[in-house]
C-alpha cells in the first residue's frame, strides 16, 4: 500500500505529505509504499547510527553519496513519522495494541451446520482472511482456453455476368418523340432499370443507347 495518501491513515492527525522531507522521502530515497518506510525506519534502532546528519552509518553514508539527501537522520525520522501516521492493522508485521491478545482459535466452526463463527479479539489483517472451500474437493487446475485465431478473409473473384441494353424511341421525327433507355441482366434482378431520356436532351435512338450504356456502368 502507498505511503502517502493511506486509506488507514489517521485522520485526526496532522499530515506530512507535502511537506520538504515528505517530497525527500519520494523523489531521493524512493519511498513510496509502506514497506519502504519500514526500511528507512529500521536505521533509527541500529546501535551504528548517529542521531546527526554525518552520521557515517552505511545506510546513512549510501543516502548522502548516491541517493544526493543532506541529512538521512532527519528523513529515517519523517519515516517513522509517517508511519506513526498510519493506523496499526494498516501496518505490516506490526501487531494491534488496541485490542486484547487474541483467544485460542474456536474449534467449533459450525461444519456441521454451514456457520462460521468469527474468532474473537482479531488484531491484524492477516486473522480476518479466510478462504472458503467444500470439504473433499480436491482443487482442479483451471483450463486453458483455446486459442481464437481469425480467419484469413477469402477474396471472391468477380463473377461474370451479361448485359443488355437498349434504346428506343416514340414518334421519332416529331414533335412527341420521347426517347427511353434500358438495361436487362435477368429475370426478376433488381438491378434491372428503365429510365425516360429528359426532354431537354435530342429524343434519338442515339441518345437513348448512349442512356443506357451509363446506367449499365453504374450497375
Not at 130 to 137: A, L, N, S
Not at 153 to 165: D, R
Amino acid at each position: 500500500l502507498p505511503l502517502w495518501h493511506h486509506p488507514g491513515e489517521n485522520r485526526l492527525m496532522r499530515q506530512v505529505n507535502n511537506r520538504s522531507m515528505a517530497r525527500c522521502l519520494r523523489s531521493n530515497h524512493a519511498g513510496l509504499t509502506v514497506e519502504d518506510g519500514m526500511d528507512l525506519k529500521q536505521r533509527l534502532g541500529d546501535p551504528l547510527h548517529e542521531a546527526d546528519a554525518s552520521c557515517d552509518c552505511d545506510a546513512c553514508e549510501e543516502d548522502r553519496t548516491v541517493q544526493g539527501c543532506e541529512d538521512p537522520h532527519v528523513c529515517a525520522k519523517a519515516a517513522a513519522s509517517r508511519l506513526g501516521q498510519i493506523l496499526p492493522k494498516w501496518i505490516p508485521k506490526i501487531s494491534g495494541t488496541e485490542n486484547p491478545v487474541p483467544d485460542a482459535a474456536p474449534t467449533d466452526l459450525g461444519i456441521e451446520t454451514g456457520c462460521f463463527k468469527l474468532p474473537r479479539g482479531m488484531t491484524t489483517l492477516a486473522q480476518g482472511l479466510r478462504v472458503m472451500t467444500q470439504k473433499g474437493h480436491e482443487l482442479k487446475e483451471r483450463p486453458v482456453p483455446p486459442i481464437r485465431r481469425r480467419r484469413a478473409a477469402v477474396e471472391q473473384a468477380p463473377e461474370k455476368a451479361g448485359i443488355y441494353i437498349a434504346g428506343a424511341v416514340y414518334a421519332p421525327s416529331s414533335r412527341r418523340a420521347c426517347a427511353a433507355a434500358g438495361v436487362f441482366l435477368g429475370d426478376a434482378d433488381i438491378r434491372n432499370k428503365g429510365r425516360c431520356i429528359p426532354v431537354a436532351d435530342d429524343q434519338s435512338q442515339y441518345v437513348a443507347e448512349l442512356f443506357a450504356v451509363l446506367e449499365a456502368i453504374r450497375i
